[in-house]
């Protein structure tokens, strides 16, 4: 084995590198530095995202935005690429690279009001996609996702029409010049997939489900990382460290013990 | 409710159930663990000032509030939207 930082990454294919970025990050390898080989992957595919990113030069944004948009969806890309699976790198990274570029297109055109429950699907929406793509190697049909999503497949093509029109509407400069301030897409023809609740209402309790889970997670964090000293604390309510301690452990029992309930053990709750 | 993650770990659990009740068309069993997760918030927001967990990690609390309010404005939605469309 080469020492640290003197392999020569050239010869290895984008899968090798990933690989090695891997056990470098899990201690398994000392072969290359760590930045050195992000550097590598990257500046190996600076090519892929600007050619990506100018596939949406028309989109109103400056074209340096959408390559920096371009980056996350590589970075994505290089974070969750399963090596397991029977896929080229380059096709799983364009897929999440211009999947970003049009996720910031649209994030970037608020004057189109987005209902949050409609955000939430839509989040489940690539997930799921992004999920399947990792599996097979391809796009999921729209009976496949809509399987995975739990939803009809009229109920899906209709979400879907939706994210397309926002999109449409958001890269259409002259459509936004002679309307700039259009109607968001319409949703409300999203027909129940349940009796008894629509599919809006649900998706709402699902949301709320994740900002009660996202609060938590905070709290949890500044709990334990980013909380003051156990002494502080202590002096501040009038205990001890001792009893900071044994609060702390006790706050860490019972998120345990509800973390591997089998009815929590998906915390976040979102499949619609 | 004594601390925020015991209303958070409740508030979910009801919630969850309450999708499963509507599933199974027992909207009534529905609607009322939706009601009780808004009093539970209210409850909580009363007593937010007494929550040692919240002395303990650092928490923003009067964002805290905006944001339990934000959930319990959600909540109200879905009851208010599931009564008028069963009216």
Redesign the interface.
Known sequence: MKKEGTRDLSRLTNEELIDLLRRTVHGESSACDLSRLREEIVARNVGLVKSIALEFRNAGEPLDDLIQAGYIGLLNAVANFDLSRNTRFSTYATYLIKGEIRHYIRDKHSMIRIP?WVQAVNRRVKEEEEAFFQEAGRPPSITELAERLDLSEAQLVELLRGRETMTYVSIDEEKRSEDPHPDPPDFTHLASS?????FD??M??????E???E??R???Q??FY???SQAE?GR??GMSQRQ?SR??EA?LE??KR?LVKP??KD?K?TEP | MS????L??S???K??K??EL??A?Q?DD?LHE?SSVIVEIDDYVRRIDDD??L?????DRSQ?GE??A??KG??Q??ID??AA?HS
């Open positions: 949050q349940r009796e008894g609740l629509s209402l649900r709402r309790i699902l949301v709320a489900i900002q009660l889970a609060i938590e905070q709290v949890i500044g709990l980013q909380g003051k604390v501040e309510l900071v609060m702390k706050t019972e998120v509800r009815d929590r915390r709750g | 601390d925020l993650l015991t958070i770990g508030a979910i659990e919630l969850r309450s999708v509507f599933e068309s909207q529905g939706l040692p967990l002395k303990l990690s650092p928490v805290l944001r339990l934000a959930v959600e909540l939605v879905v939207r599931f469309d």
